[in-house]
Each structure stands twice: as C-alpha cells, then as structure tokens.
C-alpha cells in the first residue's frame, strides 16, 4: 500500500508569496502530523490533527502558517506571505488512532523561499 | 507541554564500538518512546520504542532503556557499522490519544572507518 505522500517535493517561491503544502496520509490513518525541519535541524512540531477533535495548534510559528484537514484525510498547511526564514522542509505524518503506535513520514516538500 | 532534551547533538565512534544516545522528558505523564533514525536526505523512520511499562528492549545490536523515576532513556548502538551514520531522534508521548509526540533536537552519528 502507499505510504504518506507530500506535494510537492520542491517549491521556490518569492518572498511575500502564498504557498500551500498538500499531504495525503496512509488510508485509515486518523492521526495526522506536521513538522518544520531547517537545514541540519531537528524536527520542529507544527500542528496535529486526531480525528474530529480540535487540531492542536499550538506549534504554529506565527499567524501566517495554517492548517486544515478535509474529510479526515489529506491535509493542506498554507504559509501566507512568506519569509525566508520560512525556507525549511516540511515533513507530514501519519499514524492509527490507537495510543502508542508508530508514525509514518512523507517524504517531505523542501520550501525555498527567495 | 512536554519538553524532550536530547545529547550529545553530535557523536563519533570508531566502526565495531558502541554508541549511547541520552534523552530526557518533563511531563511524567509520558508513556511512549519511539526513536526515529533519519539518513540524509531521507525521511525518518521508526527503529525502536519503548512504552512504560517496560524498562528495556532489545532488536538485534539496538537496545533501549527507560528509566520512569529519573525521566531519562537512551538508545544503545552495538558493534556500529558505517551504515548506522545518520542523525537519530527521540520523542516522548503521553497516553491520551489526543496527544502529539514531540521529538528531540537529534543526535548526528559518524561512525569513523
């Protein structure tokens, strides 16, 4: 089966542009992840989606970035009006609803902002 | 929130020695420990965890230990080989389903011919 997919793997985009990030977890995964990685960093957390409950917002940098998830599957992180400093690569993951499992990576989109 | 302290953020052994990675969390509340090694330009994955009940497990030259009371376990690397170089996270959770899992800082693994 198909593991955690993200699109897309690259994006440049200028500074003061919109850009959003698609991530589709595995099928019947109910635990959704994100995670900011700089260059040579570690894994910096985002937001958290589980299930129908409120996400978990409190990772969030600024009230530029956002979140949501449709459907209780793919998930969409939008960065508005972004900076430099937003250059980072952008992990998702995923994981089942039971306590204690393991979560599954995407393979990233690595965000370049010029 | 919880809080995961990971070190050292750098590590060089010689190939065939063995290599301790050390972290610590802050909400006693946690129950979970995954470790997650990330080779470059690579996503991480899962190669070992631990939940609380437990104080150590073992997979072939990788161990890990947990100690509830002090809040601190540790990865354990035996007979390295030059394919263990990678960077390896930590992260702790709580038990409510609700809860996210927070990562440490990562510890870079160089693994000297």
């Known amino acids: 089966g198909a593991g955690v997919s993200q699109s897309p793997s690259n994006k440049v985009t200028e500074k003061g542009k919109d850009v959003e990030l698609r991530c589709d977890p595995i099928?019947?995964?109910?635990?959704l992840y994100w995670y900011r990685q700089s260059l040579g960093q570690g894994l910096e957390f985002l937001i958290y989606?589980?299930?129908?409950?409120?996400?978990?917002k409190s990772g969030l940098p600024s009230d530029r970035f956002s979140a949501e998830r449709t459907g209780g599957s793919v998930s969409t992180l939008t960065i508005q009006r972004t900076q430099q400093e937003d250059s980072a690569v952008y992990l998702c993951?995923?994981?089942?609803?039971?306590?204690?499992?393991?979560?599954?990576f995407g393979q990233g989109t690595r965000l370049t902002v010029v | 929130g919880e809080n995961v302290e990971q070190h050292p953020s750098t590590l060089s052994v010689q190939e065939g020695d063995s290599a301790v990675i050390k972290c610590t969390y802050s909400?006693?509340?946690?129950?979970?420990f995954p470790w997650y090694k990330q080779e470059l330009g690579k996503r991480p994955q899962l190669i070992i965890d631990i939940r609380s009940n437990v104080g150590e497990k073992k997979d072939q030259r990788i161990a890990v230990t947990l100690n509830k009371t002090a809040k601190h376990f540790s990865l354990h690397i035996t007979e390295t080989q030059p394919e263990d170089s990678a960077v390896y996270f930590c992260?702790?959770?709580?038990?409510?389903?609700?809860?996210?899992?927070?990562f440490g800082k990562g510890t870079r693994l160089h693994i000297l011919p």
């Open positions: 993951a995923s994981s089942l609803a039971r306590m204690n499992t393991e979560a599954f």
């Open positions: 099928s019947g995964h109910t635990a």
């Open positions: 989606f589980q299930g129908n409950s409120a996400p978990d």
């Open positions: 992260a702790a959770r709580r038990g409510n389903r609700d809860d996210k899992i927070i």
């Open positions: 909400d006693s509340a946690s129950n979970y």
